[in-house]
């Protein structure tokens, strides 16, 4: 008898500890827990920039980025050659004072990320860009054109 009550408690101890999900909180993405207020007005508009990535056999594969940046979202849309067209739509905006952070926020899962994936500055009247290009180019910041 006295094993039987043993046996009970224990498998009701072992049933109320179990658990059928995971309780620990997940972290958001930097640009999901953040307040977002107005971009800057001068960094509304529309941009682009062409960067080559690589020489290929049939000529140097390159993007063009075409973004539209509006109060509170912006827009990129790409060309490429001999480069796959990734990551294209809506993307959030974080400003940081002297420069603002772009972060992905459309429907590709594999492209968002807790690290902005653009940052755009402005010094003295020339816009620049960081995050566009292959892996070696896009921790260079490069000349963005105000179209």
Known sequence: MKINKIILISCLFFILSCKNHDTTPKEKPIFQTFKYKETPSKYLGKFSVYTETEATTTGMASISYYFTIKKNEA????????????????????????????????????????????EIKKDKEIFFIKGVGNEAASI????????
């Not at 809506?90 to 968002?112: M, P, S, T």
């Open 75 to 118: 827009i990129l849309e790409t060309n490429t050659y001999h480069e796959p067209i990734r990551c294209n739509g809506k993307y959030k905006i974080i400003d940081k004072a002297d420069y603002i952070e772009l972060y992905y926020d459309g429907e590709e899962l594999n492209c968002k990320s807790e690290y902005p994936d653009f």
């Open 140 to 147: 260079d910041w490069q000349k963005l054109t105000k179209v």
